[in-house]
């Protein structure tokens, strides 16, 4: 049985039983009346020791299940899902001007993206909820993480992406066997469609924002952190955790779950988060330089995980930066693009787009002095390389053509591969 006591608007602070309301306050709407999961933190503390964590064998999500909306623990996903590492990258660190720095590479999940965490708690709750169709609108990953957790479960996913979505990620949808609808439009009003037609047909949404439970899977990013951190460096922490942020599901759910392994005392002491867009699609970054209002913007980005023109966590993502006393900061697709091949050659982890637009945003924020030389810092890659060549083929240049000689492998040794910086000229 869940540690999970009821469910707190971030808006109006009411309070609300589980079963008591669908997915956001009634009262606020969905704009604004997002839920909080609460939870009874003296059970979950007393199964949450660093003994108890010690000793589990389980190297997945659920071995954070006391901190878990979960109910029926025999409706869990077999899907491999968390449990991702993390690596100590010090030639990285020297690159990007900080004193240590560590990459945790979501893109080993079993879809390939970091969405795969929020995706598998939400196919709990869809059976929990005994629905048989579970949709979402999503720019790519969350779709095809959501395909892939509905077909490991046996439900049907109804999934609605923006036309411009990367075929990779399109191509993943069909093969899990989701009915895919390619929206003439944005993400934005994919979203919106997906809005109406839950209501409309009875479908679970799986909607990270509106949903609080998608959240809670989101968290366990950093309840791994926590727990990594305790062999990497044991006593101390990153003193800063870095994402890109879209709708502001991830970092809200990063700040969750760093809040919780601080209070359960695993984790020693709190990082600032860093969040980072790109140059153009920051309305997060614009409201947090200015009056903290959110004013919805267009998406101009090839990062398309994060072409997010409104947010649609905004309250929750803000107040993650804000409350770790943290920055936003954005980046260029020149920078993001030229990130894709410097991550993968001084790390070893080949990142989609919007996956290494967190460490363009560590440059960034060393040269704004947001970030001191002397501090470390966690980068969260979100997504895997290969769900977008498209842009990945575009950083790193292309092969050197010969012919199948030694002579001409000679002569071609003495060419410079083509690399990122050529790249990025010809974008
Ligand atoms: C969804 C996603 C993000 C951003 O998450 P939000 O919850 O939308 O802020 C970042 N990177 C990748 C690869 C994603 O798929
Ligand atoms: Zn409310």
Redesign the pocket.
Known sequence: MSNQTELRCIHCARTYRADAVEYFCPVCGHNNGILDVLYDYDAAKAELTREQLAANPDRSIWRYLPLLPVNDASLLPRLQVGCTPIYDAPRLASELGVARCWVKD?GRNSTA???DRASAVGVVKALEQKAATIACAS????ASSLAGFAAAAGIAAVIFVPAHAPPAKVAQLLVYGAQVFSVDGTYDEAWELCMEASAEFGWYNRN?AINPYLVEG?KTVSLELAEQFLALTPGSFADWVV??????????GLWKGLREMHLLGILPRLPRILGVQAEGCNPFEIAWRGNGELVPCAARTLAD??A?GH?R?FRK?MNAVIESGGAFVSVADEEILASIPLLAQRAGVFG?P??V?GMAGVRRAVERGLIHRSESVAIVM??NGL?DIKSAMRSAGEAIPIGPTLEELRRGLHLEPAISTRAVATH
């Open positions: 979501e993206s970091f969405k720019t790519g990953n969350a990270c989101k994402v890109s942020v879209g709708d502001g599901c991830t970092i809200a995980s994060i997010v947010p966590n993502g989609e919007a996956g637009a979100t997504g769900k």
